[in-house]
């Protein structure tokens, strides 16, 4: 058994994604073919947003976020300590500071107290300048945009959905990628929307924002590529993996509701023997992961392991625990509940394709 199967889904859609490879190696225009824009528009479509900016990957799609908000030395950005490195990492990339959030202890996003608290204490210290929130779609649930909207409209925040995990997911009918300022997402293989390498997209309202990212992902261009206006970056999506996406479009409805259904019975078959993942009322999960929390996951995962079941620990080490953070001086008693599920969750396969 594995814990993600993406050859089970392969098998399945084979015949159409070999198709549309073949008509990439047919027409041969590798970079930015048109199979770029034809998934952008049905992205966006999707999404129900104006603009969507493909590029590389997940990390380049927060990069390129910060780039457009001018995020930068002395700012503060707010995210949670529990989730994915490359969140926090883009923060500091760009010069300037993360600023970590404790974790929802049932839904295991940005906790709304905690925020407001961080907030106000980079207020009282005076030494940042408050700039924007990233809020994660951890494991596939939106974040609880509702009060973070109302929570950046406070304090005057930008606030950028990072959608990574969270493609497909929705609040009542209006889906992950939607929310904030600016909403980004990952195609890396194991996502619930993955390609077969590396890919990325960005989403938007704001006409200024898009265009400016079309510059950015491609070394700041003018007119055309040789006319360079502002420093960008090299950061395209391969027409081949377009393609390839366009096809897994067509079939993630379908993916999303047999997640959901495997959701469903893992609730039925484990809640009282475990603390089974929460979706608030009216939202909706892509189950990117399905985590449990158990105060003895080692002997759980050993269980599990005996019966051929594989399990994955997401995430053992919070932002704040990290090495290439340990200079900002947080400790775990700042956020207690991050710190606890980084000691008790693990996850089980999750994936469409499953008997
Ligand atoms: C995967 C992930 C990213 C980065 O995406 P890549 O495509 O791997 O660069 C960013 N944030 C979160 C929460 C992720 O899970």
Known sequence: MQFIDLAAQYKHLKEK????????????????????????NKLAEYVGVKHCISCANGTDALQLAMMVLNIKAGDAVFCPTFTFFATAEVVAYAGATPVFVDSDARTFNICMLDLENQIQKVIAEGLL????????????????????????????????EDAAQGFGGSINGKRACSFGDIATTSFFPAKPLGCYGDGGAIFTN?????????????????????????????????TIQAA??????????????????????????????????????????????????????????AQYAEHGIPTMIYYGTCMHQQTAFSHLGYTDADFPIATRLAKEVFSLPMHAYMK
């Open 17 to 40: 994604i070999d198709k549309r490879i073949h008509d990439v190696l047919d027409h041969g225009n590798y970079i930015m073919g048109p199979e770029v824009e034809e998934l952008e």
């Open 206 to 238: 704001n006409d200024e924002y898009a265009s400016l990212l079309r510059s950015y992902r491609v070394h700041g261009k003018g007119k055309d590529k040789y006319d360079n206006v502002r420093i960008g970056l090299n950061s395209r999506l391969d």
């Open 129 to 160: 300048l408050p700039k924007a929130i990233i809020a994660v779609d951890l494991f596939g649930l939106p974040a609880n945009y509702p009060e973070l909207e109302k929570i950046a409209a406070k304090y005057d925040l930008k606030l950028i």
């Open 244 to 301: 390839i996406l366009l096809e897994k479009l067509v079939e993630f409805p379908t993916e999303l509701l047999a997640r959901n259904r495997l959701a469903a019975r893992y609730d039925s078959e484990l809640t009282g023997k475990f603390i089974t993942p929460l979706v608030p009322e009216g939202y909706f999960s892509s189950w990117a992961q399905y985590t449990l929390i158990s105060p003895h996951r080692e002997k759980d995962m």
